[in-house]
């Protein structure tokens, strides 16, 4: 079975400040990786997703994420945040092959980007 | 539709009452899942469908708990005899194909509450 711990439930940062939520997952077999945000009142979205190829990972908001395999890690980070990033980042993981094949999520990461 | 659709987007329900919570996947979309968040805390997942088969019902946390899937589209997530621990938001999303590195798109949610 898969695992995703979240380590930081919340993180709060100023404006334009550089900020990276920590994702690490446990996993026996090869897993896709995710990042999805919840912005208030709205539904989850996707950010983006490592599947295979390159290990670094972008959104097209300025997110990134590197997937690092040697320390079943995948960090997303951002150089500098605004306050329209204020939301709640999460974590996920599905194996597409010898899994249960369902999204594993971790907690989640309420980011708040203050002025 | 363009995205997931879930209904009703609100309900509140005595304690003891049965309730049905709709979703209607993306057009084509084979795989259809089912989540609960509980307040303040992250996505349990519940059930998933790949057409109108469920490989995997591990999450539903009891009996009370059922949900069904017909014509490979809509899914009904039933809750018999409420309890104040159900309440929550319901999510349903849907994929192309499960387990895949496609993207799973979730619905805004039935916001339930057992009174």
């Known amino acids: 079975a898969q695992s995703v711990t979240q380590l930081d439930s919340q993180v709060p940062v100023f404006e334009e400040a550089p900020v990276e939520l920590r994702c690490n997952y446990s996993s026996s077999v090869s897993v896709y990786l995710f990042w999805y945000v919840q912005y208030p009142n709205q539904g989850l979205q996707l950010l983006l997703k490592?599947?295979?190829?390159?290990?670094l990972v972008k959104s097209i908001n300025g997110f990134e994420a590197e997937f690092n395999k040697s320390q079943t890690s995948f960090h997303l980070r951002k150089p500098s945040v605004h306050i329209s990033d204020t939301a709640e980042y999460f974590c996920a993981v599905i194996a597409p092959r010898g899994g249960s094949e369902k999204l594993v999520f971790g907690k989640g990461t309420k980011l708040t980007v203050n002025p | 539709g363009a995205g997931v659709s879930q209904s009703p987007s609100n309900k509140v329900t005595e304690k003891g009452k049965d309730v049905e919570l709709r979703c209607d996947p993306i057009?084509?979309?084979?795989?259809l899942y089912w989540y609960r968040q509980r307040l303040g805390q992250g996505l349990e997942f519940l059930i998933y469908?790949?057409?109108?088969?469920?490989?995997?019902k591990s999450g539903l946390p009891s009996d009370r708990f059922s949900a069904e899937r017909t014509g490979e589209s809509v899914s009904t997530l039933t809750i018999q005899r409420t309890q104040q621990e159900d309440s929550a938001v319901y999510l349903c999303?849907?994929?192309?194909?499960?387990?895949?590195?496609?993207?799973?798109?979730f619905g805004e949610g039935s916001w339930l509450t057992v009174v």
């Open positions: 490592y599947l295979s190829g390159s290990t």
């Open positions: 469908f790949q057409g109108n088969s469920a490989p995997d």
């Open positions: 999303a849907s994929s192309l194909l499960s387990g895949s590195g496609n993207t799973i798109y």
């Open positions: 057009s084509g979309h084979t795989a």
